[in-house]
């Protein structure tokens, strides 16, 4: 009798839902900025289907991305449930999802999106962070060490269409940044709760002169930088509760800056405010799905 309780014990594991959720591969990837905890989503279906290539999603913040004990709030986007349900739907492709941890306090340094701001800003902020900005560091660590790393190893449709960045607040930064500066590898990105005021917008309340250089900024970067879409999809938004609230107003000229280059709003790029809702990981899973279906469209199943 144990034995076949045995039996049917290891039956239910293998043909159990927990069995059909994907399986998650970690490592530590050695980097100039220092070594980098990855973790691997890889669909349902990856291992038994050796012939197929799947796209990429790299996301930001990576101890906030999968697992509630990882994450700095007990709160996560859960994004493989939110892969799962559009799969299931046949909404889009299966896909991957590469999640990069960032490293913490200088998380504000390595994400910042370094030729945004003027040269006097970005050295004013520099000087308060106690630090070097490095959005360029970093995007050189995703494009020339991990990207590499992941095309190598696992079965990746590698061109950047196939390709997409998603983060939040300043992980929304540097998604932006890396889908203006790196269009030779990232076709796709999501901003999610876009820290578009750069610094904190209550600093930029008390500072009207500095708030009309953050947009000036923005508008000078955009025009000079993000050029015509040529197939690229972006996505932002924000919340209007908690540290979303102050976002509107740098929004609005992002909007218009990218709206301006020639990127069509509903097309190339979309811009969303979900009214009530915070600047946290809860929400952020909230929307996920309805982000990750626009974004992702044109990976047909």
Do not use: C
């Not at 040269?119 to 991990?146: C, N, Q, S, V």
């Not at 990207?147 to 190598?152: A, E, F, L, S, Y």
């Amino acid at each position: 009798m144990r034995w076949l309780l045995a039996i049917a014990a290891l039956i239910f594991v293998l043909v159990s839902p927990a069995g059909a959720q994907g399986r998650f591969v970690e490592f530590d990837q050695p980097a100039d900025i220092g070594q980098v905890h990855v973790t691997v989503w890889l669909p349902l279906g990856y291992d038994r289907a050796p012939g197929r290539r799947y796209p990429v999603l790299y996301m930001h913040d990576g101890q906030n991305v999968f697992f509630p004990k990882r994450s700095g709030f007990n709160k996560v986007w859960a994004a493989d449930k939110a892969a799962l349900k559009l799969i299931a739907a046949r909404e889009v492709a299966p896909f991957m999802i590469v999640a990069v941890d960032h490293p913490g306090a200088p998380r504000y340094l390595r994400y910042f999106p370094t030729r945004v701001a003027n040269p006097e800003f970005a050295k004013g902020i520099a000087g308060f962070a106690k630090g070097k900005l490095a959005g360029d560091d970093y995007l050189t660590f995703l494009a020339g060490t991990l990207k590499p790393r992941i095309d190598r190893d696992y079965r990746t449709r590698p061109q950047p269409r196939f390709t997409a960045v998603a983060g939040s607040s300043m992980g929304g930064l540097i998604s932006l940044y890396a889908l203006t500066e790196r269009a030779d590898i990232f076709g796709k990105a999501a901003a999610v709760s876009t820290h578009s005021p750069l610094v904190d917008p209550g600093l930029l309340t008390q500072q009207p002169q500095m708030a009309e250089m953050v947009k000036a900024d923005w508008r000078r970067y955009v025009a000079s930088r993000l050029g015509a879409p040529r197939g690229r999809k972006l996505w932002m938004d924000h919340g209007t509760e908690t540290l979303d609230a102050g976002y509107a107003p740098y929004q609005a000229v992002l909007d218009e800056s990218v709206a301006s280059a020639g990127w069509m709003r509903g097309k190339d790029f979309e811009s969303r405010v979900y009214k009530g809702t915070a600047h946290e990981e809860n929400a952020w899973a909230a929307r996920l799905p309805e982000i990750l279906g626009w974004l992702l469209s044109d990976w047909k199943p």
